[in-house]
């Protein structure tokens, strides 16, 4: 099985790798992608300094 990732590459399921994460791992995978996600959006000027800044206080 093939999956198409975008027009260009296309990934094979045989080369996917499957990751294995304990509780505390996950809480602070997901805390990491949170931030990643705010900050993207405030490099866009969707999210102002004031909301990043509150964002990021509750999620640390």
């Given at each position: 099985?093939?999956?198409?990732?975008?027009?260009?590459?296309?990934?094979?399921?045989?080369?996917?790798i499957?990751?294995?994460l304990d509780?505390?791992?996950?809480?602070?995978?997901?805390?990491?992608?949170?931030?990643?996600?705010?900050?993207?959006?405030?490099?866009?000027n969707?999210?102002t300094?004031t909301?990043?800044?509150?964002?990021?206080?509750?999620?640390s």
């Amino acid at each position: 099985m093939v999956l198409e990732t975008d027009k260009h590459r296309t990934i094979k399921k045989e080369n996917l790798i499957n990751i294995t994460l304990d509780a505390t791992q996950q809480k602070e995978l997901k805390k990491t992608l949170k931030c990643g996600i705010y900050k993207e959006l405030h490099k866009r000027n969707i999210l102002t300094d004031t909301q990043l800044n509150s964002l990021l206080e509750r999620n640390s």
